[in-house]
């Protein structure tokens, strides 16, 4: 069966400080990708999705970047974290586009 | 643009009431509508999906009703339990777009 990680479960960080947060999938190949940000009273905001190693697509102007180094790896990072970064970040996984999403446990990340 | 409205904003009933939590969303170009639950400060499991093409779906207490063309999806709950409070998130996947939409949940607390 499939599995997806991520961690850390729960990260703060200095306004200013770099941040990597990871994605892996287990139990499937070439899956589709997927980051998304909770923010406090808002719903969830689809942030980047990739379709294949290498592939990102960015849906919203923003201080985050992401990459797939490989197959089941995905990485959100940040040069230089802002207060506005703060929230629950989820990463989730599905077959191909029209299938359904899985999600992970989530990363809560505040900002100091 | 597809948006994707969820009412009530928050719940509170007493245990054994049986309960119905909506949806509503503004395009009825998706490929299926989910139903995802959350607990505080941990990730999304999903409960129910329903494809465009069908009416319904049913798991245990949960019946979950789609009426595309009139964007409205319904989540049943049978004889509630303590242990079913937690937030409900409703999910439109676009056939438009490929996105994930979801709306602001509703935080469902049932009182033993």
């Known amino acids: 069966s499939q599995t997806i990680h991520q961690w850390p479960a729960t990260l703060v960080q200095p306004v200013g400080s770099p941040l990597s947060l990871e994605c892996t999938v287990e139990g499937t190949s070439n899956p589709n990708l997927y980051w998304y940000r909770q923010a406090a009273g808002r719903g969830l905001q689809l942030l980047f999705y990739?379709?294949?190693?290498?592939?990102i697509s960015s849906e919203v102007p923003q201080n985050l970047s992401a990459s797939r180094p490989q197959d089941r790896q995905f990485i959100l990072s940040s040069k230089k974290l802002l207060l506005s970064d703060s929230g629950f970040y989820l990463c989730?996984?599905?077959?191909?586009?029209?299938?359904?999403?899985?999600f992970g446990d989530g990363t809560r990340l505040s900002i100091l | 643009k597809q948006e994707v409205t969820q009412i009530p904003a928050a719940l509170s009933v007493p245990e054994g009431e049986n309960l119905v939590l909506n949806c509503s969303f503004t395009?009825?170009?998706?490929?299926?509508l989910q139903w995802f639950r959350q607990d505080p400060g941990k990730g999304l499991t999903s409960l129910l999906l329903?494809?465009?093409?069908?009416r319904e779906q049913t798991s245990g207490r949960l019946n979950a009703s789609l009426d595309k063309s009139s964007g409205r999806s319904t989540l049943y709950i049978a004889a509630s339990q303590p242990g079913d409070s937690a937030t409900y998130l409703c999910?439109?996947?676009?056939?438009?777009?490929?996105?994930?939409?979801f709306g602001q949940g509703t935080t469902l607390q049932v009182k033993p």
């Open positions: 395009d009825s170009a998706i490929y299926n």
């Open positions: 989730a996984w599905s077959p191909d586009g029209n299938q359904p999403q899985h």
């Open positions: 329903i494809q465009s093409s069908q």
């Open positions: 999910a439109v996947l676009s056939s438009n777009t490929g996105k994930l939409i």
């Open positions: 990739s379709v294949g190693i290498g592939q």
